[in-house]
């Protein structure tokens, strides 16, 4: 029995542009998260997810009905979710006896469950309770990562937390950032089990040099989390998500080559020092000596031969009357 599948092909430009967005690329989109709440779910959870969503505008979707979703029993409806919305991110919000205020942080790939790591949120502060000015939306933050778990490489669990942080707040990919443009920190740091994460605005003050005097303002939110359970990819499909085309990995920069805004190739060729004196120049007429020239030249030649003759005759009867 031979089982064939229906492939549909779009009948609209705009399904066709979104075939092609799902498609897979050298060099990714920007990656969208979706936040999900469970059955019981309590303020403090639900203001976070709220918050966190706020960090990662625009690339998130919020479903705020309730969800009957167990993800480390049965993570299907998670990757319906992100089949449905093509997002590679998710965070999930709970509480329940046992896990009060219970955050999970996950990823997929290829639509399939990748990393999931779940967190307890001991203290939160909303980002509506810091009476300060904010970032603008969207803007790329800077990350930094402080705590001995998260530069021990033998920390299985805080390696792969802390690279899901970094795919979660990354935000776009650029070439080029303006120093002006530089206005959001996100700090995390680990203490054994323990994550502390704050966000600050970055105010760039007047040094008297070149370089700007800066300073951090917090923002919020503030979240405390614990590390609890975690469901960890193989090293095998890790490295296989990881992977890059050949074409992205190993392309070489061509040196003195660049394109402008209009898509032109532009080169940069390095000549070694002209000899201008020995480039054989055009003979025209215009150029060639006239006949006086010519004699005023021979001229000059006799007048420097008859010279040093003269100098010459003068040293020798000098040295006869030295020896006399």
Known sequence: MV????????????????????EPKAIENTKTAVFIRGVKCSQNVQTCMKDLNTLKKPHGVSYNQKNDVRPFEDASKLEFYGKKLDASLFVFGST???RPDNLVFGRLYDYNLLDMVEVGLDAFTSINEFKTAKVTLGSKPCLLFEGEPFADTTNTEMQRLKSVFIDFFRGAEVTNIRLAGIEHVLQ????DKKVFIRSFKIHLKKSGGRIPRIELEEIGPSLDLTLRRTHLASDDLFNTACRQVKNVRGQKKTKNISEDAFGTKLGRVHIDKQEITKIQTRKVRALKESKEEKIEKIEAKKTKADEARKRKIESVFAAGEDED
């Open 3 to 22: 089982v064939t599948t229906r492939v549909v092909k779009p009948k609209s430009k705009k399904a066709k542009r979104a075939l092609e967005e799902r």
């Open 96 to 98: 329940n006896k046992k």
């Open 188 to 191: 995390f740091t680990a203490v």
